[in-house]
């Protein structure tokens, strides 16, 4: 298992619904979670960060956690055309310094 | 969120010369940097971590004596990559933390051509 999985998309959504983008992660992955959104030919931008179970909400976006299931997810509410990116999940790796683990991205694309 | 600037931002130099790419922490003090590799339509791929003042630890399959990495300061870490040739020909990303939690804020990157 890869320590940290997303499906490579593209997903493809209309403009104004609601885009729903998964995570799952191993054991070598620690407590802190982290949603990056990277436009081609950009480096990543942090969106949101998650440390415990549940939900985590700003603006239009809500990040979900749950640590029984090794399970993280992003929705983004109304999306926009220029939600349009790769979206790359992140995980802290357990071994005891503060590196990050990303997923291979997943592909959102919001057509009008 | 922290500002961390790379420069430069792109750069083409011929095979067989080396290429310094800088690191900045505008705002923070970043203990520690991660140099990051990405391919087209890849994710981005850690070659290294490095901590202010110590030796920076190499991932799997990492030349170290290919990718110098340098993090005197907590404010700038260098990556130089020695004798490039066209495979080395990618976008360079680095990102930083600081000391109280575990949020990464990543340069501009650098896209390298090597010709």
């Known amino acids: 298992q890869k320590e940290v999985e997303q499906n490579s998309g593209p997903l493809s959504v209309p403009e104004g619904a609601i885009a729903s983008l998964n995570c799952t992660y191993s054991?070598?992955?620690?407590?802190?979670f982290f949603w990056y959104r990277q436009y081609s030919g950009k480096s990543p931008e942090l969106i949101m960060s998650i440390y415990s179970n549940g939900d985590k909400e700003d603006g239009r976006f809500t990040a979900q956690l749950n640590k029984a299931s090794q399970y993280v997810s992003l929705l983004i509410r109304d999306s926009q055309p220029s939600d349009s990116a790769t979206y790359l999940c992140a995980g802290g790796f357990s071994g005891g310094y503060n590196k990050l683990i990303f997923g291979a991205g997943t592909r959102l694309a919001v057509h009008p | 969120g922290a500002v961390v600037s790379q420069h430069p931002s792109r750069v083409i130099c011929k095979s067989g010369t080396s290429v310094k790419i800088e690191c900045r922490s505008l705002d923070f003090q970043a203990t520690t940097m991660f140099w990051y590799r990405q391919f087209p339509k890849q994710s981005l791929m850690l070659m290294a971590t490095?901590?202010?003042?110590?030796?920076?630890?190499?991932e799997q399959g990492v030349e170290k004596d290919k990718f110098l990495i340098n993090h005197a300061s907590l404010t700038l870490s260098t990556l130089t990559v020695t004798s490039a040739h066209p495979e080395d020909s990618s976008f360079y990303i680095c990102?930083?933390?600081?000391?109280?939690?575990?949020?990464?804020?990543f340069g501009q990157g650098t896209r390298l051509t090597v010709v």
């Open positions: 490095s901590n202010e003042g110590s030796k920076a630890t190499y």
């Open positions: 990102s930083a933390s600081g000391p109280q939690n575990t949020e990464a804020f």
């Open positions: 054991d070598r992955v620690s407590q802190s």
